[in-house]
């Protein structure tokens, strides 16, 4: 691949055509202003929203990140944070189609407990089969199994989200080779969501081969949340370029020079 083609990977969801693979949310961050300077910082396109928590025309008389940040400028990915059964997220994403104007492109979340928020995968897989029947596009998070993330690809996901870590621990990526099994079992877009903490945990998964990175709260609770979201920007970047030229073998003591031994001055 040369130049010209890195510079323009772009990629698909549900049919439409993006050019940033980092996806950021919107809450967290002190205000709507700083939430609109990061995500500017950042490149994102796509932005998620948690519904029960951001204001999007549920309240008219408190302000709403529409008109802060319009949907004509960013893809808006609804999402059921705080959701607990498949019934909750079902309802939630049907009141957001209601506000978005007909919006189809989701993400899916159902949590098992409101201390870990790991995902209860029986009441995502019920959720995203009623969601997909309903004509949702839904990206969805859940945990690291390979065998649920193809479940979800089978029922009709656009996008598969695991986790790396908990929710908002910034561990990082704690199993990669789960990771790599569910990149190589399904066929539409990995997403890794949840415990991303900082850089160097984003080019890691893109250096997996995920299509891309979903954060939140690694950008909005850093001290500098603006200079955190060009830092991400950029390692999602260096990550897939990393990914695409394909790293050297490891090797376990077999040196190998990294400047040429014949030819040398005096020899």
Not at 88 to 96: E, F, G, H, N, S
Not at 175 to 192: F, M, S, Y
Not at 235 to 243: L, N, V
Request: glycine share 8%.
């Amino acid at each position: 691949m040369d130049k010209k083609d890195i510079m323009v990977d772009d990629w698909l969801i549900a049919g439409r055509s993006f050019q940033s693979r980092l996806l950021v949310g919107t809450g967290k961050y002190k205000d709507f202003h700083e939430t609109k300077l990061a995500i500017d910082q950042s490149g994102a396109q796509i932005v998620t929203v948690a519904i029960r928590r951001t204001n999007i025309g549920q309240d008219q008389n408190e302000p709403s990140l529409l008109d802060v940040m319009p949907p004509n400028e960013y893809t808006y990915l609804p999402n059921t944070a705080g959701c607990y059964s498949a019934d909750d997220a079902i309802r939630t994403l049907r009141l957001a189609r209601e506000l978005l104007d007909g919006h189809n492109l989701v993400k899916l979340e159902v949590l098992g407990d409101p201390k870990t928020l790991y995902p209860n995968v029986v009441e995502t897989v019920k959720a995203a089969d009623i969601l997909v029947k309903d004509g949702f596009d839904v990206m969805v998070y859940t945990s690291d199994d390979p065998i649920i993330a193809k479940q979800l690809e089978d029922v009709g996901c656009c996008a598969i989200m695991p986790l790396a870590s908990l929710i908002g621990s910034g561990m990082g990526i704690l199993n990669p080779w789960n990771l790599e099994i569910i990149i190589d079992t399904v066929g539409v877009p990995v997403i890794v969501d949840a415990g991303v903490g900082t850089a160097s945990d984003a080019a890691v998964a893109m250096e997996l081969g995920c299509d891309g990175v979903l954060m939140n709260t690694a950008i909005a609770t850093a001290k500098d949340p603006i200079l955190m979201a060009s830092a991400m920007r950029k390692s999602i970047e260096a990550g897939r370029e990393a990914f695409l030229a394909g790293r050297m073998q490891k090797k376990l003591y077999s040196a190998s020079p990294s400047s040429p031994t014949t030819g040398l001055i005096n020899k």
